[in-house]
């Protein structure tokens, strides 16, 4: 665990250092009660959650909030990537030598926490994105390794996007949450 000076409490606080300051106040109850519920189920059930809706509807959000809590509160552990930047980094790494590495896809696969996956889908459709995807998704899907996801994509969307056994495995793993409403971005102003 880190820790931080907080100048509001003026002692160091403990801080999850993988967390952008945007998302450092999502609380676990921000969190909609019929996720909470889903989400404590998460070690007895093995299941994920795919939380989806349109843009500014809160899933980021959301999913910052659940990283949050599982780690000091919890005997679960978490990953959190942007799937955009998990992908780039992901392909700068294929240059480097294995010690200079900063992504492994063998360590996403093989995590036994709980696998945040955000923004699903904003990537740019491609082969590579979507083969490499495939191997961390379903290599999780067969060892029963649980997976957080949020997209502005449904499942059928994210079929189209990805690729129908992405999405199949997906539905089979995962409870699918829809958030809907306004975007809350707008609404702020």
Not at 48 to 77: E, F, N, S
Not at 107 to 136: C, H, P, Q, S
């Amino acid at each position: 665990m880190s820790y931080k000076f907080s100048k509001e409490k003026n002692e160091l606080v403990a801080w999850i250092p993988s967390v952008p300051a945007r998302y450092e106040k999502a609380k676990y109850e921000d969190v909609p009660e019929y996720i909470r519920k889903l989400f404590e189920l998460i070690k007895e059930t093995k299941r994920g959650i795919y939380i989806h809706g349109a843009v500014g509807t809160g899933k980021t959000h959301i999913a910052y909030a659940l990283y949050r809590w599982c780690l000091p509160k919890t005997k679960m552990r978490g990953r959190f990537w942007n799937t955009t930047e998990l992908l780039r980094d992901i392909r700068l790494d294929i240059s480097r030598d294995a010690y200079n590495k900063k992504q492994n896809e063998e360590e996403l696969m093989k995590y036994e926490g709980v696998l945040f996956l955000d923004d699903i889908g904003a990537e740019r459709n491609t082969d590579w994105a979507t083969e490499t995807f495939y191997m961390v998704i379903n290599n999780r899907y067969n060892h029963q390794l649980p997976m957080i996801f949020t997209s502005n994509l449904s499942i059928k969307e994210l079929s189209i996007h990805l690729d129908d056994r992405i999405a199949s495995r997906i539905v089979e793993t995962c409870d699918i949450v829809e958030l809907t409403g306004i975007d809350r971005r707008f609404k702020m102003k």
